[in-house]
Protein backbone atom coordinates (compact mmCIF):
# COMPACT_ATOMS: atom_id res chain seq x y z
CA UNK A 1 0.00 0.00 0.00
CA UNK A 2 1.37 3.79 -0.96
CA UNK A 3 0.27 5.31 2.18
CA UNK A 4 2.05 5.58 5.29
CA UNK A 5 0.09 4.28 7.81
CA UNK A 6 -3.08 1.41 7.87
CA UNK A 7 -5.91 2.88 9.06
CA UNK A 8 -9.22 0.50 8.85
CA UNK A 9 -10.61 2.82 6.22
CA UNK A 10 -8.03 2.36 3.88
CA UNK A 11 -6.94 -1.26 2.37
CA UNK A 12 -5.67 -3.16 -0.54
CA UNK A 13 -7.94 -4.23 -2.87
CA UNK A 14 -6.81 -7.72 -4.93
CA UNK A 15 -9.34 -10.03 -6.94
CA UNK A 16 -9.49 -12.37 -3.65
CA UNK A 17 -11.17 -9.60 -1.37
CA UNK A 18 -12.64 -7.54 -4.37
CA UNK A 19 -16.09 -9.00 -4.33
CA UNK A 20 -16.57 -9.25 -0.18
CA UNK A 21 -14.55 -5.94 0.35
CA UNK A 22 -15.45 -3.86 -2.39
CA UNK A 23 -18.77 -4.72 -3.91
CA UNK A 24 -20.64 -6.21 -0.53
CA UNK A 25 -18.66 -3.92 1.81
CA UNK A 26 -20.51 -0.99 -0.82
CA UNK A 27 -23.96 -2.20 0.03
CA UNK A 28 -23.10 -1.01 3.93
CA UNK A 29 -20.12 1.81 3.20
CA UNK A 30 -19.12 3.47 -0.30
CA UNK A 31 -16.06 2.57 -1.04
CA UNK A 32 -13.47 5.01 -3.49
CA UNK A 33 -11.42 2.51 -5.12
CA UNK A 34 -8.02 4.08 -6.46
CA UNK A 35 -6.38 2.71 -9.24
CA UNK A 36 -2.83 3.60 -9.34
CA UNK A 37 1.16 2.09 -9.63
CA UNK A 38 4.23 2.69 -8.16
CA UNK A 39 5.81 4.59 -11.08
CA UNK A 40 2.99 6.55 -11.85
CA UNK A 41 3.83 10.36 -10.54
CA UNK A 42 0.27 11.75 -10.34
CA UNK A 43 -0.53 9.00 -8.43
CA UNK A 44 2.22 10.29 -5.51
CA UNK A 45 0.29 13.19 -5.33
CA UNK A 46 -3.58 12.00 -5.28
CA UNK A 47 -2.74 8.98 -3.21
CA UNK A 48 -2.33 10.44 0.14
CA UNK A 49 -4.70 12.88 -0.56
CA UNK A 50 -7.52 10.15 -0.41
CA UNK A 51 -5.84 9.01 2.27
CA UNK A 52 -5.81 12.13 4.33
CA UNK A 53 -9.67 12.44 3.16
CA UNK A 54 -10.56 8.75 4.15
CA UNK A 55 -9.42 9.09 8.01
CA UNK A 56 -10.58 12.63 8.27
CA UNK A 57 -14.15 11.33 6.97
CA UNK A 58 -13.61 8.62 9.59
CA UNK A 59 -15.31 5.83 8.23
CA UNK A 60 -18.11 7.19 6.23
CA UNK A 61 -16.52 5.81 3.45
CA UNK A 62 -13.56 3.42 2.56
CA UNK A 63 -10.66 3.73 0.52
CA UNK A 64 -9.63 0.54 -1.66
CA UNK A 65 -6.08 0.88 -2.93
CA UNK A 66 -5.35 -1.05 -6.54
CA UNK A 67 -2.22 -1.45 -7.79
CA UNK A 68 -2.63 -1.84 -11.49
CA UNK A 69 1.02 -3.53 -12.02
CA UNK A 70 -0.89 -6.08 -9.38
CA UNK A 71 -4.06 -6.37 -10.40
CA UNK A 72 -4.08 -6.38 -14.05
CA UNK A 73 -7.66 -8.11 -14.03
CA UNK A 74 -9.26 -6.00 -12.14
CA UNK A 75 -7.85 -2.74 -13.36
CA UNK A 76 -9.61 -4.43 -16.95
CA UNK A 77 -12.76 -5.04 -15.55
CA UNK A 78 -13.03 -1.39 -14.97
CA UNK A 79 -11.80 -0.43 -18.59
CA UNK A 80 -9.15 1.75 -16.97
CA UNK A 81 -6.81 3.49 -19.52
CA UNK A 82 -4.96 5.96 -17.19
CA UNK A 83 -4.04 6.11 -13.88
CA UNK A 84 -4.39 7.26 -11.36
CA UNK A 85 -8.52 6.71 -12.05
CA UNK A 86 -10.81 6.79 -8.95
CA UNK A 87 -14.16 4.70 -9.00
CA UNK A 88 -17.02 5.19 -5.95
CA UNK A 89 -18.57 2.51 -5.59
CA UNK A 90 -21.83 2.37 -3.98
CA UNK A 91 -24.96 -0.31 -3.18
CA UNK A 92 -22.26 -2.66 -5.40
CA UNK A 93 -22.31 -0.78 -8.52
CA UNK A 94 -19.69 2.49 -9.89
CA UNK A 95 -21.79 5.60 -8.87
CA UNK A 96 -18.87 7.37 -10.26
CA UNK A 97 -15.37 8.68 -10.62
CA UNK A 98 -12.21 10.79 -12.51
CA UNK A 99 -9.37 10.25 -14.14
CA UNK A 100 -6.08 12.10 -12.99
CA UNK A 101 -5.03 14.10 -10.12
CA UNK A 102 -7.61 16.50 -8.90
CA UNK A 103 -6.83 19.05 -5.94
CA UNK A 104 -7.96 18.76 -2.62
CA UNK A 105 -11.07 21.30 -2.99
CA UNK A 106 -11.98 19.30 -6.23
CA UNK A 107 -11.46 16.13 -4.16
CA UNK A 108 -13.79 17.40 -1.43
CA UNK A 109 -16.41 18.32 -3.77
CA UNK A 110 -16.76 15.10 -5.68
CA UNK A 111 -17.10 13.57 -2.52
CA UNK A 112 -19.79 16.14 -1.15
CA UNK A 113 -21.83 14.43 -4.14
CA UNK A 114 -21.81 10.62 -2.92
CA UNK A 115 -20.94 10.76 0.88
CA UNK A 116 -22.23 11.95 3.95
CA UNK A 117 -19.66 12.86 6.17
CA UNK A 118 -20.14 11.18 10.17
CA UNK A 119 -21.08 14.08 12.69
CA UNK A 120 -18.17 15.18 14.11
CA UNK A 121 -15.62 13.80 11.48
CA UNK A 122 -15.01 16.47 9.87
CA UNK A 123 -13.63 20.60 10.68
CA UNK A 124 -16.02 22.25 8.97
CA UNK A 125 -15.23 25.73 9.38
CA UNK A 126 -11.47 24.66 8.17
CA UNK A 127 -13.13 22.67 4.96
CA UNK A 128 -15.41 25.47 4.07
CA UNK A 129 -12.77 28.30 4.19
CA UNK A 130 -10.76 25.78 1.37
CA UNK A 131 -14.14 25.31 -0.57
CA UNK A 132 -14.88 28.78 -0.65
CA UNK A 133 -11.69 30.57 -1.21
CA UNK A 134 -11.48 32.74 -4.13
CA UNK A 135 -8.33 31.93 -6.48
CA UNK A 136 -6.46 34.89 -5.20
CA UNK A 137 -6.74 33.61 -1.53
CA UNK A 138 -5.70 30.22 -2.81
CA UNK A 139 -2.79 32.07 -4.53
CA UNK A 140 -1.80 33.76 -1.25
CA UNK A 141 -2.14 29.99 0.38
CA UNK A 142 0.06 28.09 -2.69
CA UNK A 143 2.39 30.58 -2.41
CA UNK A 144 3.51 30.02 1.50
CA UNK A 145 2.80 26.37 1.31
CA UNK A 146 5.58 26.41 -1.38
CA UNK A 147 7.80 28.64 0.57
CA UNK A 148 7.63 26.25 3.77
CA UNK A 149 7.98 22.84 1.42
CA UNK A 150 9.45 24.08 -1.90
CA UNK A 151 10.32 19.88 -2.62
CA UNK A 152 6.14 18.91 -3.18
CA UNK A 153 6.18 20.06 -6.71
CA UNK A 154 2.24 19.03 -6.95
CA UNK A 155 1.80 22.07 -5.11
CA UNK A 156 3.34 23.92 -8.19
CA UNK A 157 0.55 22.63 -10.45
CA UNK A 158 -1.95 23.99 -7.99
CA UNK A 159 -0.23 27.08 -8.10
CA UNK A 160 -0.91 27.30 -11.64
CA UNK A 161 -4.28 25.90 -11.99
CA UNK A 162 -5.19 29.17 -9.45
CA UNK A 163 -3.17 31.85 -11.41
CA UNK A 164 -5.04 30.58 -14.54
CA UNK A 165 -8.64 30.75 -12.59
CA UNK A 166 -7.41 34.10 -11.33
CA UNK A 167 -6.80 35.00 -15.07
CA UNK A 168 -3.11 35.54 -14.61
CA UNK A 169 -2.14 33.80 -17.77
CA UNK A 170 1.76 34.48 -18.19
CA UNK A 171 2.47 33.79 -14.35
CA UNK A 172 0.36 30.30 -15.11
CA UNK A 173 1.98 29.48 -17.87
CA UNK A 174 5.26 30.39 -16.59
CA UNK A 175 4.52 28.24 -13.68
CA UNK A 176 3.69 25.06 -15.88
CA UNK A 177 6.19 25.37 -17.82
CA UNK A 178 8.82 25.29 -15.05
CA UNK A 179 7.02 21.77 -13.62
CA UNK A 180 8.76 18.49 -13.67
CA UNK A 181 8.53 16.10 -16.21
CA UNK A 182 6.44 13.77 -14.25
CA UNK A 183 3.72 16.67 -13.48
CA UNK A 184 3.87 18.41 -17.17
CA UNK A 185 2.33 15.53 -18.36
CA UNK A 186 -0.17 15.30 -16.12
CA UNK A 187 -3.93 15.65 -17.06
CA UNK A 188 -4.73 18.66 -15.11
CA UNK A 189 -1.29 19.79 -16.47
CA UNK A 190 -2.42 19.64 -20.38
CA UNK A 191 -5.75 20.59 -19.71
CA UNK A 192 -4.27 23.85 -18.59
CA UNK A 193 -2.35 24.05 -21.51
CA UNK A 194 -5.25 24.53 -23.31
CA UNK A 195 -7.25 26.88 -21.26
CA UNK A 196 -4.98 29.54 -21.35
CA UNK A 197 -5.96 31.09 -24.09
CA UNK A 198 -9.00 31.42 -22.20
CA UNK A 199 -7.37 32.63 -19.61
CA UNK A 200 -5.73 35.14 -21.30
CA UNK A 201 -9.44 37.25 -22.42
CA UNK A 202 -9.54 37.81 -18.65
CA UNK A 203 -6.28 39.91 -18.25
CA UNK A 204 -7.55 43.73 -17.45
CA UNK A 205 -11.83 42.50 -17.03
CA UNK A 206 -14.07 43.38 -14.45
CA UNK A 207 -14.39 40.92 -11.46
CA UNK A 208 -16.90 37.92 -11.67
CA UNK A 209 -18.92 40.28 -8.41
CA UNK A 210 -18.76 42.80 -11.20
CA UNK A 211 -20.09 40.40 -14.40
CA UNK A 212 -22.88 39.25 -12.10
CA UNK A 213 -23.97 43.01 -11.25
CA UNK A 214 -23.52 44.11 -14.80
CA UNK A 215 -26.03 41.24 -16.09
CA UNK A 216 -28.35 41.55 -13.49
CA UNK A 217 -28.74 45.43 -14.34
CA UNK A 218 -28.72 44.56 -17.76
CA UNK A 219 -29.75 41.23 -19.37
CA UNK A 220 -28.46 42.49 -23.06
CA UNK A 221 -24.97 43.24 -21.71
CA UNK A 222 -23.54 40.34 -23.96
CA UNK A 223 -19.90 40.99 -22.98
CA UNK A 224 -20.51 40.62 -19.44
CA UNK A 225 -22.29 36.93 -20.07
CA UNK A 226 -18.94 36.21 -22.36
CA UNK A 227 -16.41 37.38 -19.75
CA UNK A 228 -18.64 35.68 -16.87
CA UNK A 229 -18.82 32.55 -19.28
CA UNK A 230 -15.18 32.49 -18.54
CA UNK A 231 -14.62 32.83 -15.48
CA UNK A 232 -17.01 30.25 -14.29
CA UNK A 233 -15.93 27.92 -16.58
CA UNK A 234 -12.41 28.44 -15.11
CA UNK A 235 -13.50 28.51 -12.00
CA UNK A 236 -15.69 25.79 -10.06
CA UNK A 237 -19.06 26.26 -12.20
CA UNK A 238 -18.55 25.03 -15.67
CA UNK A 239 -21.70 24.00 -16.44
CA UNK A 240 -23.48 27.70 -15.83
CA UNK A 241 -20.40 29.72 -17.42
CA UNK A 242 -21.99 27.01 -20.02
CA UNK A 243 -25.02 28.58 -19.81
CA UNK A 244 -23.93 32.06 -20.68
CA UNK A 245 -23.01 30.94 -23.95
CA UNK A 246 -26.05 29.27 -24.71
CA UNK A 247 -27.90 32.15 -23.91
CA UNK A 248 -25.62 34.45 -26.75
CA UNK A 249 -25.79 31.63 -28.99
CA UNK A 250 -29.81 32.00 -29.01
CA UNK A 251 -29.90 35.57 -28.29
CA UNK A 252 -27.21 37.19 -30.06
CA UNK A 253 -25.41 34.79 -31.95
CA UNK A 254 -23.49 37.24 -34.45
CA UNK A 255 -22.64 39.36 -31.59
CA UNK A 256 -18.72 39.49 -31.96
CA UNK A 257 -18.72 37.53 -35.05
CA UNK A 258 -19.97 34.91 -33.52
CA UNK A 259 -17.95 35.06 -30.22
CA UNK A 260 -20.64 32.34 -28.17
CA UNK A 261 -20.21 29.42 -30.93
CA UNK A 262 -16.00 30.10 -30.75
CA UNK A 263 -16.21 29.94 -26.43
CA UNK A 264 -18.69 26.85 -26.17
CA UNK A 265 -16.42 24.75 -28.74
CA UNK A 266 -13.36 26.38 -27.07
CA UNK A 267 -14.71 25.49 -23.56
CA UNK A 268 -15.60 21.77 -25.12
CA UNK A 269 -11.58 21.26 -25.60
CA UNK A 270 -10.80 22.23 -21.95
CA UNK A 271 -13.25 19.77 -19.47
CA UNK A 272 -12.81 16.52 -18.58
CA UNK A 273 -16.48 15.92 -17.66
CA UNK A 274 -17.82 13.81 -20.76
CA UNK A 275 -21.21 13.91 -19.96
CA UNK A 276 -21.43 17.56 -19.60
CA UNK A 277 -19.73 17.86 -22.95
CA UNK A 278 -22.08 15.74 -24.47
CA UNK A 279 -25.04 17.21 -22.95
CA UNK A 280 -23.99 20.72 -23.74
CA UNK A 281 -23.00 19.88 -27.11
CA UNK A 282 -26.50 18.60 -27.93
CA UNK A 283 -28.09 21.94 -26.86
CA UNK A 284 -25.65 23.96 -28.79
CA UNK A 285 -26.28 21.48 -31.62
CA UNK A 286 -30.64 22.28 -31.40
CA UNK A 287 -30.25 25.61 -31.56
CA UNK A 288 -27.17 26.12 -34.76
CA UNK A 289 -29.72 23.37 -36.31
Known sequence: MNTAVATPHIFDVTTDNFEADVLQGSLKTPVLVDFWATWCGPCKSLGPLLEKLANEYNGAFRLAKVDVDKNQELAGMFGIRSIPTVMLVKDGQIADGFAGALPEGQLREFLSRHVQPLDGDIEDAAEDETLLESPEQAINRLQQEIAADPGRAELKL??????????????????????????????????????????????????????????????????????????????????TGLEHWLLLLEKARDWNEGQAKKRLLAAFNTLDDAELVGRYRRRMASLLF
Open 158 to 239: DLAIALAQAGHASAAEAELNALPANLATDSRAVRLRSQLDLVRSLEGTPSLDVLQQRVHTNPQDWEAHDLLGVRLLLGNDPA
